[in-house]
């Protein structure tokens, strides 16, 4: 559920589990606000589309989101403050892997023993998501060699791999086609159902919107103008 209201507010039994919460947020770089008085609540397991023209808000958003900014007014709750278990992932729009290295190289970035039994099982899980997006046969190309649609399927590949509870990712089908791009979103739509990924996704793109269930964050100039269900786009 996605409210305007504090979780205190909130009606249902589930209000004290949300990941995520923002409280009459501001953002501001100087002069500049970026978000005025945001109030959002997100609970697990929603997949959230943040929407809004050029320079509404939406990366100081995630920003805040990940842990990335701080707030110059107002609160924000972040997972890892409500249980150490959780685990943000950010695929930020400049994706920042390492240029020089592999693509294989740069999804090994995500391995923590804590999460995989075995480096075997970390290597089985990365083979099987870059053959579903079509990365397997550009392991071992360097980044540099890769076009952007391969490099933004490889960050969201090391971004999965590290088992976050949430994953947020700025546009990240940019340089996708609309194949790639389904594709892409049939795999995070299948670790929303199966393992309850929470997704938060800064997009333009309304087709995309349309072909997945979800909810829409809307800003405008800053502001939340709009939350709720996505059928209203
Ligand atoms: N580091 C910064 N310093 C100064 N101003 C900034 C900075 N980052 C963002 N802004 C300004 O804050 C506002 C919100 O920017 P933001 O990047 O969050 O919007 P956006 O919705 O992600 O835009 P886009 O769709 O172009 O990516 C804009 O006016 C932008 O120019
Ligand atoms: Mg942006």
Redesign the pocket.
């Known amino acids: 559920m996605l409210t305007g209201r504090t979780p205190q507010q909130s009606g249902g039994s589930n209000h004290q589990n949300y990941l995520f919460h923002l409280d009459n947020l501001t953002v501001e ?2 002069s ?1 606000r ?1 978000l005025k008085s945001v109030q959002l609540t997100i609970y697990p397991g929603e997949i959230l589309f943040l929407t ?10 995630l920003n805040v989101l990940g842990g990335h900014l701080a707030p110059t007014s107002g609160k924000a709750i972040l997972p890892h403050e409500r249980s150490s278990k959780h685990f943000v992932s950010s695929v930020f ?1 400049d994706l920042r892997l390492m240029q020089k290295k592999s693509c294989e190289d740069n999804m090994w970035m995500a391995y923590d023993s804590s999460l995989y039994d075995s480096k075997n099982d970390f290597f089985r899980e990365m083979e099987d998501l870059s053959r579903l997006l079509g990365v397997y046969d550009h392991l071992n190309q360097k980044i540099e060699d890769c076009n952007g649609g391969l490099k933004q399927k490889v960050a969201m590949i090391r971004a999965l791999l590290s088992k976050p509870t949430a994953l947020l990712a ?2 990240p089908t940019s340089s996708l086609d609309k194949e790639s791009s389904y594709r892409l979103f049939e795999v995070l739509n299948h670790f929303n159902h199966k393992k309850g990924l929470t997704l938060i996704w ?1 997009t ?1 793109n309304k087709e995309l919107i349309k072909q997945f269930p979800g909810k829409i964050a809307h ?1 405008d100039q ?1 502001r939340l103008v709009y939350s709720g269900h996505a059928c209203f786009i």
Not at 52 to 61: D, E, M, N, V, Y
């Open positions: 770089y100087g500049i970026a809004g023209p050029s320079g509404a808000g939406k990366t100081s958003l729009q700025d546009e800064a333009h800003l800053g």
